[in-house]
């Protein structure tokens, strides 16, 4: 069945009780089957699956993988196979819902393997004992836990912010699950769309993987992932110029159309205004600031074997990500604390039992006294954790703690609008904070940075892990106890791996040409750069992080004022400074093909409008499940198979 929600309307002028008792009146399930035994145990095993394929393509890619639609479908799969061999009841949609937030935990638990911590043993030449980071990297995801449900009723209850990968797993259960008489042919639309579309994106992301088709000798049908591949070509044949700014070619500028769908199908969940200002910053940013900026020198390029200079994303990030993050976070606080009511009244609801008593959902929700008692608690572990492990300072990795509340904002708007968590950019901003007050510690650069953009990174990946089980009716309480389970699978798969398959006791043959941890190495470089002081970063990237702050408080009061009919994000534009123009093109490509569709058929009995509009989340949740999972079995194959 269709899944209930406010209108827009609605979430502009209810207040959060309202919201909250509407919710718990139209869609809370009640105490259905969720936190069984075989769901745990389905999502831990599969979690832990995903956590290592999410190791290896992060040694590769230096990304990691949204498991949460991945493991819904491989769940649902397996159960139906199952009830139909008469060997287990059919699996509820609230039991997908926990099984999904434990393999999701699992397969996020490994950020410090494939990025700060890697970049740490490499640095320090040492080999941490396994059981040591398999402590830390649980320690970081209970504090996550603990950090992300104080925020949780803010940003999904009242704001009922879109998360798009949450969204769509959400629409995917929904759709999986959907039971019922009446008109099959209508209800079983959003399904068949899904599988459709689903199906048409894993074929395009399989015939992107070049390497497989040419050895199976069908390299003839291989679709190129850049659409302007085919002028460059013809440009290096017959000697044609080669588009470019202030001299700087578009492709190294990152400025080229990219056909990648999962990110087109996730532009198509976020909407036309969260697209409009990924496209606005990705302009400002590559094509007007960043080449004025390389011909000021202040970007320098990589010059390869014949004496070419090269740029590229990994070099433009270490300059543009100043100005981006700052915006990002000025924006983020603003937005934060002009609703301080939102703040207030939990703590006040905490110590006034008579108020505490009107919260009609209260019993459900995790109480706010585990995040008051447990993230002292959580922090000191890691404190200590960080000071035994790494030779950290109490006072320098006590200060890392606080600082993660700053940068969680930061994460869960970006996380809330794109399903783009910058983890990477928010531990450049740490390590460039310790820096100053630590310079020279390069252990202590890397370990504090680690502690805030980690912990960051999973509290707003659990907060859009909940939203499937909000928009489904679920219980917050239980997903969170799920996240730490999922903690503890992702912990123990990954480290195994790592140690047994990628460190074998040897960090300095770590970083190879098959697994070149690009993450790692960029954590790598920023702590040697800022371990020497501030003054080795640029004068034009101080300037930028001050004007991108500024921008990012007038942008938000813009969008206050105007009650959110402000059509422009600031954290969307302080987004496009941390990710490839290519990636902003694709996402504001998805946004502007639904929006096109419902603005040309605006009647919902008009074709288009009914197939498309009405069915916009069912189709992008098969794209980006598609090609999730088409992406996930070409990377095994080209990993385990193509050597």
Known sequence: MAIKQLSDE???????????????????????????????????????????????????TGWALGVGITSVILAYLIFRVLHRAHLANDYHVLENNIMQSIACS?????GPLIASMAAYMVIMNVVVPWWQMVLWC?????????????????????????????RAAGVVLDTLHEEGDGDVAKRVLPAKLLVVFGLLAALLKLL??????????????????????????LAERYGWSVPSIRGVPLSELTVQPELDIAMIGAGGLMGIRTGISLLIGAIINYVIIVPWIIARGDIPGT???????????????????WCGVTMMTTASLLAFFAKPAALVQPIKNLFHRRQRTDDCIAHIELPLSVSIIGVPIAGAAVVYMAWAFYGVSIWMAAVAVPMVFVFTLIAVNSTALTSITPTGAM?????????????????????TACISAEVASSASNLIQNIKPGYMLGGKPRLQAIGHLIGAIAGSLCSVAVFYTLFLRNNPAELFSKDYPYPAAIAWKAVAELLTKGLSQLPVSAQWAALYGGIAGIVLEIVRIRSKGKFPISPVGIGLAFVIPFTTC????????AFWLIARLYPRPNQRPNALFVQNQESICAGIIAGAALMGVAVMAIEIFLLK
Request: with cysteine; charged share 15%.
């Open 10 to 60: 609605q979430v502009r002028t209810m207040s959060v009780e309202e919201k909250d008792r509407w919710w718990l009146e139209n869609v809370y399930q009640g105490d259905v089957p969720q936190f069984t035994v075989r769901a745990v145990v389905c999502g831990f095993l599969l979690g832990g699956v995903l956590s290592i394929t999410n190791l290896y393509v992060g040694a590769k």
């Open 106 to 110: 699992a397969g996020y638990t490994n």
């Open 138 to 166: 649980f320690a970081l995801a209970v504090l996550g836990v603990l950090f992300a449900f104080p925020l949780k009723r803010r940003y999904i209850n009242d704001e009922q912010l879109p998360f798009p990968e949450g």
């Open 208 to 233: 992107q993987a070049h390497r497989i088709l040419e050895r199976i000798h069908v390299g003839f049908l291989a679709i190129p992932e850049m659409l302007d591949g085919w002028y460059y070509r």
């Open 303 to 321: 010059v390869d074997a014949d004496g070419v200079t090269h740029y590229g994303f990994k070099v433009i990030t270490t300059w543009a990500l």
């Open 427 to 447: 531990g450049k901003v740490t390590q460039l904070t310790y820096g100053v007050i630590a310079p020279g510690k390069i252990n202590t650069n890397i370990v």
């Open 585 to 592: 093109l694709a996402m504001f490509a998805g946004s502007f």
